[in-house]
């Protein structure tokens, strides 16, 4: 029995270093723009990403209390000018990240809200967030946020193999080491402050396609969407769920659209948070407005940002800082 | 009933890939397992086979309850219709009671697979506005009706005797590692093995696991790898080069093979963990140098099944040769509607079974008028001639099984003569939005990983393998586990063979 154990725990033993040495190897030998290891675990993206999170989290992570922390996907980080709410008196920080779903939101939560201690978290929902598995969001944030548990428990929640081993090689300090990467620029757009990106352009076209988008449910990310609610409450923060408005053509080609809505709302109902979807209730100009088939422009993040604050004021969210 | 191609699209799902099914390459699965086996060797030995039983209907239960009824349907028919047999002595009845099997379980199968075909069928053919179903094909339904169907016709012909024990024989039908994609298991391999369900035994084991590693390897590393390439090709051909549709086919024998097989090696390896042997189902297929030869070794399970329920009832091959070359036509093409309500199936299989009496007939033709010195000096040139043949005759057949239908083989086969092979890397690693890097490097290692499995299978099957040192192969299982982990494509995808 001992020797049979013993067969048992060299066999472990020696699987978890062969795993080890072929990680650091793999993070090592450079494939064209990417290591061998981004290659093999699908985590092929760029310091900083398509989203500015490298600038966005170092911004984060300098700071200490704001009055609203921001959480969502890219329509977050591009969709609330921290300048808006500044005139106000209100400070903020934008932890938007491109594609997060409440899986990833539910960790940046519990590393963050600590720190920042908002009274006000606004938590944006893109309905396709809701039928993901938190991929994309949690490669994104492991490239370009220092590591932590939190970095851990979000690539398990992913159920991913390839994040689980790219988390531990960043872990291990093998790979992605954000402290010395460099954000690059992204054309059409400029990272202002706060973790907010505006966009530089609008879009010039509908788009016309016979392609449908199906929106579905990750029941999964409902439940995230629950628990991150929760975590917001206890550390003391009020906590409002916002979708922003959608072109006429994005609605054309995204089918479920009302399920989703009504999967929403029930949860909202359940936590008792309020949900304001400015997709159904602001009419925007579908080219003036926006700068893609579904992120705002400079003047659409002015009138939406107009509507919220006004809305949140009124509902009672926006109190005076002291 | 959802059509074969458009299920096998490697496709993000909603949610988390426990949610929706209970299957070998999902992280659940590697919870469940676990589980059932500590509760089946925690129990007595008389009463392993509910643990089991309970797990099986679980698992099947898991991607849809309301098809459990089926299964269950199917058990009790079975069930009671070999105990009637059993008692039942005048041929007449005995007829009757088998046809009964007979009727309830294809009819079962022509209901939920060919019910839409024929039914698509007849309107083309009458022009009659005959109404179209579309049903769900529960999963495994070809393999266990067939398994059931076996085990009538052997009570039938008392090779074997009808199972007294329900529990035991819906165990028989239901145990989960084969239930879903096979092997088909005959009942004189496997009821005997649940009357009496050995104790844990670490070598069987460890034996077990490194079956259902290897089956793994062969899913997510090379089966999920390859369909990448494979599904982009074959989604468009117009897109792409004659050559560069053939590098795709032959990407699919492989992946078919290592999709089809691994799911096969992760069942026999769960089943031995558990205490229970299942029959190999495939034997280094593409080793084969001819047409029957291939048939010995792929799907062995199925293949035997159709030689010993069909092509030896028809007159096997005490007949004459073109009785016997009729039968082999017939047997191929039952094979190939078995595999799926489509014309594409039908068209592979009468493929396969006109090969299959060319071959015989070479043969023949072979042993009769070749000199001796033919057939003896240059056996391994010849063998390895005939190998590399006749794995471009099963290649060729796999685009006939991919094609979605008829139109898309005549698209696939019109891309033929534009070739420019040069290019065709170029197109390789250009197929989509993913950098053409990435694609390199998924390309080199779906090659490595081919050579390491064809190296792998031939040890494995080798009778000298245990005289490689035990640290050495601990070394190679270990490292296995870690290139599992590396480079195992994550994309949430079932096993094609599901679909049958």
Redesign the interface.
């Known amino acids: 029995m001992t020797k049979k154990l013993a067969r048992v725990l060299g066999f472990g033993v020696l699987c978890v270093a062969i795993y080890l040495a072929a990680v650091a190897v793999a993070a090592r030998v450079n494939i064209d723009e990417f290591s061998l290891l981004q290659h093999l675990t699908g985590s092929r993206l760029e310091p900083g990403g398509r989203s500015q999170s490298l600038r966005r989290f170092r911004d984060a992570e300098a700071r200490g209390h704001v009055d609203i922390v921001f959480f969502g996907s890219s329509h977050a980080y591009s969709g609330f000018d921290p300048r808006l709410f500044a005139a106000l008196g209100y400070t903020s920080m934008n932890l938007g990240s491109m594609n997060q779903t409440p899986l990833n939101t539910y960790e940046l939560a519990g590393r963050y809200l600590p720190k920042l201690t908002p009274r006000l978290v606004v938590l944006e929902i893109f309905y396709p967030t809701i039928g993901g598995d938190g991929l994309e969001s949690c490669r994104d944030l492991t490239i370009n946020t220092p590591f932590s548990w939190s970095t851990m428990r979000m690539a398990v929640a992913t159920w991913n193999i390839g994040a689980m081993t790219f988390a531990v090689a960043k872990g291990l300090g093998l790979a992605a080491d954000d402290a010395k990467a460099t954000q690059r620029e992204i054309p059409g757009e400029v990272y202002v402050s706060d973790g907010h990106c505006q966009a530089l352009t609008r879009r010039r076209a509908l788009v016309i396609s016979d392609e449908r988008v199906p929106l579905e449910i990750n029941p999964e990310q409902l439940r995230y969407l629950e628990r991150t609610t929760a975590r917001v409450r206890e550390t003391g923060a009020r906590i409002v769920w916002v979708t922003h408005p959608l072109p006429v053509d994005y609605k054309r080609v995204a089918t479920g659209r009302a399920e989703v809505e009504a999967a929403l709302e029930a949860a909202a109902r359940r936590v008792s948070v309020d949900y304001w979807n400015y997709d159904a209730t602001l009419a925007l100009d579908p080219l003036e407005d926006f700068a893609d088939l579904h992120h705002l422009s400079a003047s659409g993040v002015a009138k939406f940002d107009g509507a919220f604050i006004t809305q949140l004021t009124r509902a009672g969210y926006l109190v005076p800082p002291p | 009933l959802t059509h074969a191609r458009e299920r096998d699209e490697p496709r993000?799902?909603?949610?988390?890939?426990?949610?929706t099914y209970l299957i070998f390459n999902s992280?659940a699965f590697f919870a469940f397992f676990p589980i059932v086996v500590a509760l089946t060797f925690a129990f007595p030995e008389r009463l392993r086979w509910v643990v089991l039983l309970a797990a099986s209907w679980l698992f099947y239960a898991w991607w849809r309850v309301e098809y459990l009824g089926l299964l269950l349907v199917s058990t009790t028919v079975d069930y009671t219709v070999g105990r009637l047999l059993g008692v039942e002595e005048r041929p007449g009845r005995r007829k009757l009671l088998l046809a009964a099997s007979l009727v309830v379980n294809l009819g079962m199968l022509f209901f939920f697979k060919y019910l839409r075909f024929f039914s698509v069928t007849a309107r083309a053919l009458t022009g009659a506005e005959i109404p179209l179903y579309d049903l769900v094909l529960p999963v495994g339904i070809s393999f266990y009706t067939f398994q059931t169907i076996g085990y009538g016709i052997d009570v039938y012909r008392r090779k074997y005797e009808p199972e007294r024990h329900f529990g035991r024989f819906a165990l028989f039908v239901a145990f989960f590692p084969h239930l879903v994609a096979g092997p088909i298991m005959r009942a004189q391999g496997l009821l005997p093995q649940f009357r009496r369900i050995a104790s844990c035994d670490?070598d069987r084991t460890v034996s077990g696991l490194g079956w259902m590693l290897w089956g793994l390897f062969k899913k997510v590393v090379i089966a999920d790898r390859a369909a990448a390439f494979v599904n982009v090709v074959y989604g468009a051909p117009d897109r792409f080069q004659g050559s560069t549709i053939v590098v795709a086919t032959y990407l699919f024998a492989f992946q078919i093979y290592c999709d089809f097989s691994g799911y096969s090696d992760i069942a026999l390896g769960a089943a031995r963990v558990l205490g229970v042997d299942l029959m190999r189902n495939f034997d280094r297929p593409y080793a084969s140098s001819t047409m029957v030869d291939f048939w010995r070794r792929w799907h062995i399970s199925l293949s035997t099944w159709f030689v010993d329920y069909v092509y030896v009832p028809l007159g096997g091959n005490r007949v004459s040769w073109s009785r016997r070359a009729a039968n082999v036509a017939i047997v191929f093409l039952l094979s190939g509607l078995w595999h799926g309500a489509s014309w594409t199936f039908v068209l592979w299989g009468a493929y396969h079974g006109a090969l299959v009496v060319a071959s015989l007939g070479l043969g023949y033709v072979a042993k009769r008028l070749l000199p001796s010195f033919a057939r003896g000096a240059p056996a391994a040139v010849a063998r390895a001639l005939g190998v590399a043949v006749t794995f471009q005759f099963v290649a060729f057949g796999w685009l006939l099984f991919r094609a979605k239908d008829l139109d898309h083989v005549r698209a696939l086969l019109a891309r033929f003569p534009i070739s420019y092979p040069v290019s065709t890397l170029h197109e390789v690693t250009h197929m989509g939005p993913a950098?053409?890097?990435?694609l390199?490097?998924?390309l080199v290692?779906l090659v490595a990983s081919i050579v390491v499995m064809e190296v792998g299978e031939l040890a494995i099957t080798s009778s000298k393998r245990e005289r490689i040192p035990r640290a050495v192969r601990?070394?190679a299982?270990?490292?296995l586990?870690?290139w599992v982990?590396?480079?195992?494509v994550?994309t949430h995808s079932t096993f094609l063979y599901f679909q049958f």
């Not at chain 2, 993000?12 to 949610?19: E, K």
């Not at chain 2, 950098?435 to 990435?438: F, H, I, K, R, S």
Request: net charge neutral; hydrophobic share 65%.
């Open positions: 993000a799902r909603a949610g988390p890939c426990w949610a992280l670490f950098p053409a890097a990435a390199g490097v998924d290692v601990w070394a299982w270990a490292t586990s870690v982990v590396l480079t195992a994550q």
